[in-house]
């Protein structure tokens, strides 16, 4: 799948997403108090009598009588907290508030915790979070870790530059450019194994909107992770920064789970088939990721 952009200006005038609840509160549907009903309109039916045989996590859910999730809280349009509000919003928030409901336990309860990539494996294996929907992308090395129901989505990776910037156009010119991402995370790893830039060029922090405040301050030349994460950052700057070039891998974005709960990850495959078959996911895209001037194709849920 490939992800087509339009210009920053109508990406900027998209920007506004709502409809999910504050950090360990619930989340009320509405529309954050911003006049944008979009994410507003999508509601989702809790299931009832949900049984998940042999599924110490779901068990766990039962016991509590809501659902822990771990997300990002500083990438718009995926997984965003407002600074005022404390709502949380975005493609990957909607994702998690169905599979909350298809549990059967109400979205208005889910309690968010937001867990940077570099500690997502740590929190699902620690039980701090029943399952994780935060741009994770699923490869080999953190299912010897955890498992991944998925993918929900497929993204690549992607530059982010300074609006004035010429001399990057795409991942071949970034030799002698000092390059940020997050630690822990797939982007940075990629930098490192392709040798794109030199070993001392490469900036690894604790958050993307750490490694974008940097990139306007001109601390750092380039600021690398999926193109969807980096549409959001440009569309609120849009007289500053841009996305250039083609993305140049493939992300599969999956649902962390504990590993050894099969039947779980079981279950969360068949929530995300079904909201793929029956609308429900091109919904929940139109309403968030697709108002950033994106088009998007559903993946193909990947059992193992």
Known sequence: MKIRTLTAGLLAACLALTAC???GGPSDGGDGGNGNGDTAALSYEVAEDVTVEGSPTFDQMKKTGHVVVGVKDDQPNLGYKDPTSGEYSGFDVEIARLISAKLGFDPKKIEYKAVPSAGREQAIINGDVHYYVGTYTINDKRKQQISFAGPYFIAGQGLLVAKDNEDVNGKDDLKGKKVCSVSGSTPIQNVR????TEPENIVELQTYSQCVSELLNGQVDVVTTDDAILLGYAAQQPDELKVVGESFTEEPYGIGLPKED????????????EAMEDGTWQEIYDATLGKSG???DMPEVERY
């Open 294 to 296: 994106t088009q998007a």
């Open 21 to 23: 609840g504050k950090e």
């Open 193 to 196: 194994d392709e040798g794109l």
């Open 262 to 273: 099969d039947a779980l990850r079981d279950k969360v495959n068949d929530i995300l088939e």
